[in-house]
C-alpha cells in the first residue's frame, strides 16, 4: 500500500476536487437523477464557496489529489459530505484515513456525533461506513432531487478533561 497524505484543503485544490468528485461518481450517473448528480458532484466554484463553511480535507498520493471530503457543522454534530476517492486510488484505505480525520478533529472539538447521507447502490461507501461504526437510521432527507437517500450516523465519545 502507498503512502497518503491527509491534508487540510486550501483554495488552490478547488479544481482537483472538482476532478475527483467529478470521476469518483461517473460510473452512477445512470442512477441519479441529472439534478442529483450535479449536486453530487459540484463545480469547483461551488467548492470555492464551501470553504469557510466547515473543514475540508484532501488525499495526496503521489502528489495528486486523490480523494476528498468536508463537513458541516450542525449544532453539536458534523455533516459529512462530497467524500469522494479516485477509482483508481481505492484500496489505498484513504476512506478509513479520511474518517479517522474527521472523528480525530470532531472529538478534539467536542462534535457528540457524526452523520452523513448517501444513495442505496453506493455499496462500498455503505459498508465502508458501517465498519466504521455508522449505523443507519429514518432521519431525513430521503431523497435528494428524486435520487433515494439513506442517513447514516454515529455516536462520539467527548471527553470531560
Known amino acids: 500500500m502507498k503512502e497518503v497524505e491527509i491534508r487540510t484543503a486550501e483554495p488552490i485544490d478547488t479544481v482537483e476536487i ?3 468528485l467529478a470521476e469518483s ?3 452512477y450517473e445512470s442512477l441519479y437523477t441529472a439534478d442529483a ?3 453530487t458532484t459540484p463545480k469547483s466554484n461551488v467548492i470555492r464557496d464551501r470553504f469557510g463553511k466547515g473543514e475540508m480535507w484532501v488525499a495526496v498520493l ?3 489529489v486523490v480523494g476528498t471530503v468536508s463537513v458541516v457543522p450542525e449544532n453539536e454534530s458534523l455533516y459529512i459530505r462530497s467524500m469522494a476517492i479516485l477509482p483508481t486510488a481505492r484500496g489505498n484505505e484513504i476512506g478509513e484515513q479520511l474518517l479517522t480525520k474527521i472523528e480525530d478533529y470532531a472529538v478534539a ?3 457528540r456525533r457524526l452523520f452523513l447521507s448517501t444513495t442505496p447502490f453506493l455499496h462500498r461507501a455503505i459498508s465502508l461506513y458501517e ?3 455508522f449505523q443507519t437510521n429514518d432521519e431525513p432527507p430521503h431523497e435528494l432531487y428524486g435520487t433515494p437517500l439513506i442517513t447514516m450516523a454515529k455516536s462520539l465519545q467527548v471527553s470531560n478533561d
Open 131 to 133: 465498519n466504521f461504526g
Open 25 to 27: 461518481f461517473a460510473g
Open 109 to 111: 472539538n467536542g462534535y
Open 18 to 20: 472538482a476532478s475527483v
Open 62 to 64: 503521489d502528489e495528486k
Open 37 to 39: 448528480y450535479a449536486a
